[in-house]
């Protein structure tokens, strides 16, 4: 199962180090059969407003029952980013932390190199801000 999170720049660079090989995302809940759906899911990214790709989740879910803000936390390998053409994305639910409301991908673009998926991610940037001009 694909989910959505809101990330500042900050953060979605911070995530995207790649002298890691872990990475995670709490959450405050689960949407309805996240933990039993099959096979490895997608963290969908927005930032400022916009879709700008995602991470191929772990299979692993964590569940702390200690934590009683944000007992869920999402594993992924920051390694496995995969830009998407920028997308408006909706608003965001502050009682759950994340959207099943995700951006509409044609064809899932090839994987790049972390360089490649840099160049595409400005060039977006690039485009979106000369149609504001």
């Not at 490895?40 to 990214?45: A, Q, S």
């Not at 496995?80 to 932390?97: F, K, M, Q, V, Y």
Request: charged fraction near 25%; charge should be negative; include cysteine.
């Amino acid at each position: 199962m694909d989910l959505g999170v809101w990330m500042s720049r900050g953060v979605l660079e911070h995530k995207r180090e790649d002298d890691v090989a872990v990475q995670v995302w709490n959450l405050r809940r689960l949407p309805d059969g996240f933990a039993s759906a099959p096979g490895p899911g997608r963290l969908f990214v927005a930032v400022a407003g916009h879709w700008r790709g995602f991470f191929q989740l772990s299979p692993r879910l964590l569940h702390n029952v200690a934590d009683s803000v944000c007992p869920y936390t999402l594993v992924f390998d920051p390694r496995s980013w995969t830009a998407i053409p920028p997308e408006r994305a909706p608003s965001l639910d502050r009682h759950t932390g994340y959207t099943v409301d995700l951006p509409t991908i044609k064809m899932l673009p090839r994987k790049g190199t972390k360089q490649e998926n840099e160049t595409q991610e400005l060039c977006s940037l690039l485009e979106r801000e000369e149609e504001r001009e």
